[in-house]
């Protein structure tokens, strides 16, 4: 027999699938999609096996500490190592200051946990020190959509919309391999005829299935959509009655791409100008179409221009807010992606994407907290920035990092591994040891996803509820445990309670009035099954499924153009390091790993680190098909087995970033800032390629574990 099934969501990607769980009388658990408005009962590899974590040999169940600072990590009891977190907190505020003490969280974690990471960092540290780890993932969006349209929702539609759309041009984005059951919205739209281009260095699985795939060079998208938008003016297909009355700025971004001549950004992008011409007519002649960005556009020291160049050329086309199948957006990609950079992880916000630098909002979301708005700390600096100077004059002294994996996920990961090392002391919540956790002093177990309750925001803004399907093993708590037991020890245990429906409906009250207002969106609709999107600023409200029908959440209502020009990359190649190499996702792991690399059916799948090679540079290289090769760049180097493929640039590498140790390609990338959004440079560095003669990497190519002697 099977209990009854628990209707849930999966712990994965953005789409958060909608799934049953049950326990079977063995003890096991039966894990089936389920008919939500995303999935429609599918699920792709890794959610189908997502119930193999649960009660994985490997799970942490008790805390873990040092005794001493070249000690192995012990068992403890949970007084022992929320007491030495504690005491480790206020010994670093009275040495150096509040803000020497610092938060790192997760775009997986819960609404409520996002929110209640936030309030910590202000009101239990008052430090400054807070930020997360999608930083390095939807942030250039985020800063190009709020520039452009006063407010940062990824899709400011449905997905159901993406049937309706006639042309649909997808940039930098692979959701046949990153998200599959989205895949199911652009089969319906092909079967009636819609015509999809792809923008992508990789012939990827998405390209196979488009129309046209056009195979820029990496890092030229910024020309790619200039040149379009040149030749959308010159052969008058710009939507003028739209422009004049939805947007403002248009004649700088007129001027602006004047330069950005057909033939010019061919040689730029290698792509022809038939293929760019085609592409905007059938985007301009369409009743519906959509731009669709996502990662491959956004991860560069440029991405915010090139995210925004996007959206001139959707704003000049009329799309946004045209009405059911156009329009911008982007596709985000952690599992709390959205509701994660809403509410209050990021340094310089508080909750619905208030301003800790705008006194109104200040007052507001201290109104709620029940603390003075002059006990609110100022702004802080990016994720990499504060994880760069940890342990350093002025930087964090104590990080507690909450579902993240700097070690695998940052940019420059090795010197980030040293920074850790730097530390008076790390902190990490997780329910595995990660590599960043493995470096820790103090390591505390939590409850996963199928063991909680709480709430996750898909990229349409709609709010999810996540049920609790099964008991957690004993001796793990919920992050918002431990929150409360820290808080409880530097005397502000008060205000932070650990029932999420308690947190969710704060969150609600403290986000009311901001552009992501959560008020109206109670657990009980939820519960009730209520599908609902934000805004929606009270009970009565229906949400807001299709935003900017009317106007933009501006001052004026209306949307801003603003003129971007390509500059210089902050590395280029040369003969020391001829190739490009680009990072993302494969169809089998997931982020760095932690999880995805302990599923037995997902390690089968997918064993092992590769480097995509086009088939001719492999050959001159002299390295045959799986054979290891060594990447190196500025920063160091990799060691992973070569995939000769056909569809891949013949000057670009691809990487998947979900590995750790000696493939661990974050440690090659670019710590190059975009100045906006601080998003760094990901996706594009040069790199040199060589064959490796033995399998076993060298010393330099470890991020080695925490031994003795590595701490300063």
């Known amino acids: 027999m099977t209990a009854a099934p628990i209707a849930t969501h999966c712990p994965y990607c953005s789409l958060q699938c909608g799934v049953h769980m049950a326990r079977r009388d063995d003890g096991t658990i039966e894990l089936t999609g389920r008919d939500d408005p995303v999935n429609r009962g599918g699920l792709c590899v890794k959610g189908a096996n997502a119930a193999e974590l649960l009660g994985h040999p490997e799970r942490l169940t008790t805390p873990l500490m040092r005794h001493s600072r070249t000690g192995p990590l012990r068992p403890v009891s949970w007084d022992a190592a929320l007491d030495r977190v504690a005491t480790a907190i206020r010994q670093a505020g ?390 409360r037991g820290l808080a409880d020890r530097l005397g502000k245990g008060a205000h932070f309670p650990t029932d999420p429906l308690e947190v969710y409906a704060e969150l609600g009250r403290a986000s009311a009035g901001g552009a992501a207002d959560y008020a109206g969106i109670t657990a009980q609709r939820l519960a009730a099954g209520e599908l609902l999107h934000w805004p929606c600023p009270h009970p009565g409200h229906p949400g807001t499924p299709r935003m900017f029908l009317d106007s933009f959440p501006t001052p004026d209502g209306r949307a801003r153009f603003v003129a971007v020009t390509a500059r210089r990359a902050a590395e280029r190649p040369d003969a020391d390091y001829p190739y490009l190499l680009t990072t993302g996702r494969s169809r089998s792991q997931y982020q760095s790993g932690t999880q995805t690399r302990r599923s037995p059916t997902l390690l089968r799948a997918e064993p092992d680190p590769y480097a995509e090679l086009h088939p001719e540079l492999a050959r001159s290289l002299g390295v045959a098909d799986g054979e290891h090769v060594r990447l190196r760049t500025r920063r160091g180097s990799a060691v992973v087995r070569a995939r000769h493929t056909a569809g891949i640039r013949r000057d670009t590498v691809f990487v998947p970033f979900h590995w750790g140790g000696a493939a661990t390609v974050n440690a090659l990338t670019s710590d190059a800032l975009d100045p906006i959004s601080r998003m760094p440079e990901f996706k594009t560095c040069p790199v040199a390629v060589e064959p490796v003669d033995a399998v076993s990497p060298g010393p330099a190519e470890q991020v080695p574990a925490h031994t003795a002697g590595q701490r300063c």
């Open 94 to 483: 009275r040495r150096h200051g509040p803000d020497s003490v610092g938060c790192f969280g997760g775009g997986g974690l819960t609404n409520e946990k996002a929110y209640q990471l936030g309030k910590f960092a202000r009101v239990a540290l008052g430090s400054r020190s807070i930020d997360y780890n999608g930083r390095f993932c939807m942030s250039s969006a985020a800063a190009a959509g709020t520039r452009a349209f006063g407010v940062d929702r990824g899709l400011p539609f449905p997905f159901a919309d993406i049937p309706a759309a006639d042309v649909v041009l997808l940039v930098g984005s692979n959701p046949a391999d990153t998200m599959p059951p989205a895949m199911r919205f652009f089969e319906e739209g092909r079967d009636r005829g819609a015509v999809h281009v792809v923008v992508d260095p990789r012939r990827t699985a998405t390209a196979e299935l488009a129309h046209r795939h056009l195979q820029p060079v990496p890092n030229t998208d910024l020309s790619l959509a200039n040149g379009m938008l040149h030749i959308a003016i010159r052969d008058g297909l710009v939507d003028e009655e739209y422009v004049a009355a939805r947007t403002t700025g248009f004649d700088a971004v007129r001027r602006a791409v004047r330069s950005d001549w057909p033939d010019r950004v061919e040689r730029t992008t290698g792509i022809p100008v038939a293929e760019l011409t085609g592409t905007v007519h059938e985007l301009a002649a369409a009743r519906t179409a959509m731009i669709l960005t996502a990662r491959g556009v956004e991860q560069h020291a440029d991405g915010t221009d090139s995210t925004q160049a996007w959206i001139n050329l959707a704003l000049a086309l009329g799309l946004p807010g045209r009405g059911p199948g156009s329009g911008w957006g982007t596709v985000t990609g952690q599992g709390n992606g959205q509701g994660g950079r809403e509410h209050g992880q990021k340094a310089d916000q508080l909750p619905g994407y208030r301003k800790l630098a705008d006194p109104a909002d200040r007052a507001h979301v201290a109104a709620v907290w029940g603390v003075d708005p002059d006990e609110l700390p100022a702004p802080g600096v990016s994720a990499y920035e504060m994880l760069d100077h940890l342990g350093t004059a002025g930087g964090v002294r104590v990080l507690l990092v909450a579902a993240s994996n700097p070690v695998v996920s940052a940019p420059n990961a090795r010197h980030v591994a040293e920074r850790l090392d730097a530390l008076d002391l790390l902190v990490v919540t997780d329910f595995f040891l990660s590599e960043t956790a493995e470096r820790a002093d103090v390591v505390l177990p939590t409850t996963q996803w199928a063991e909680e309750d709480g709430t996750m925001t898909n990229p349409e803004g709609r709010v999810l509820l996540r049920r609790k399907a099964v008991d957690p093993p004993a001796g793990v708590r919920s992050d918002l445990e431990i929150l």
